[in-house]
């Protein structure tokens, strides 16, 4: 069965993310490692670790990723901007490895001017040079679709398959897909036939076993307008019944969907995370 989570915060050290995430009904949780808009973070402490792995067996809650810092530009034309960026990025790899998180998921990044081609060859050789750096770490990076604001890359399936084919390591990066930021990029999957050809489009372009995580989102924009503005379940654009679709497809059975929406109470003071774990879980149950 997929699992069912949210983006859970690391205040009071990660193992409280575990906590929370349990409390609302999480089967898995991401986190950031670090205030997501800034380059310095505070070490792991090997406390930290202990406390998180205990917490992790006691909730069964698993920690599927980190989401790498928004700062990571690894397309970035200003050359000091990618050696900071490569940098941080190894610190977000040496996260996951002392915790035992599979994923790092990553923005592709913004080409600032350069254009898009030569910002898809330039992340594909920078993630290169991570893997080479962390050659015994088994890591995987995820690259996240994106809306396509600004000068960002990553919001047409083409860009994923041109810096896949640059990094040469099949066995160590994939594909985070963000339905919100799919949605709002361009491809309308709201009707099970437009679903199926976006997802045929994916496998014959980028290959559906380089799918291994899901953000799921609603949109705030609607399709096309290239505007990242996440919104809960059914509450946006897309609507709720659209997200059955990935959660009824067998190809995901054994994915996990991470909700990255807005925190608080609903009218009724019931924790949000509830609200759509409940809606999802709803979903999937309707046969």
């Known amino acids: ?26 089967k898995a949780i991401q986190i950031f490692t670090r205030n997501r808009l800034r380059w310095t973070g505070k070490e792991l402490s090997s ?29 970035s034309p200003d050359k000091d901007k990618r050696k900071q ?7 977000e790899m040496e996260w996951a490895s002392k915790l035992d998180i599979p994923y790092l998921v990553l ?27 962390c050659d015994r770490c088994k890591i995987e990076i995820l690259l996240e679709t994106t809306a396509g604001q600004g000068t ?3 919001f047409r399936f083409e860009h994923f398959a041109e810096i896949l ?20 990029s361009g491809y309308d999957f709201r009707k099970k036939e437009a679903y199926g050809q976006m997802m045929e489009e994916f496998d014959t372009i980028i290959g559906i076993d380089r799918l291994r995580l899901f953000h799921i989102n609603d949109s705030r924009s609607d399709a096309g307008s290239m505007i990242d503005r996440h919104d809960h379940p059914g509450k946006g654009l ?9 959660l009824h497809d067998t190809r995901f059975i054994d994915h996990s969907f991470i909700l990255e929406t807005p925190k608080g109470n609903d009218e009724n003071g019931v924790d949000l995370d509830i609200v759509n774990l409940k809606k999802l879980s709803n979903l999937r149950k309707e046969l």
């Open 47 to 75: 406390n930290e670790i202990i406390a998180f792995r205990g917490t992790r067996d006691d909730t069964s809650v698993v920690p599927i990723a980190i989401h790498c810092s928004y700062l990571i530009n690894l397309a």
């Open 238 to 246: 897309i609507g709720l019944k659209p997200f059955s679709f990935f």
């Open 1 to 26: 069965m997929p699992l069912l989570g949210a983006h859970m915060s690391i205040v009071g050290g990660p193992d409280k993310a575990l906590r929370q995430g349990s409390e609302v009904g999480c």
């Open 152 to 154: 960002c890359v990553g």
């Open 165 to 184: 084919k640059s990094t040469d390591s099949d066995d160590r990066i994939g594909v985070c897909f963000d339905t919100g930021h799919v949605f709002a």
């Open 85 to 91: 960026s490569y940098q941080l990025l190894l610190k």
């Open 107 to 133: 923005h592709p990044g913004f080409h600032m001017g350069m254009g898009e081609d030569a910002a898809l060859k330039t992340v594909g050789k920078m993630i290169k040079r991570v893997f080479h750096k």
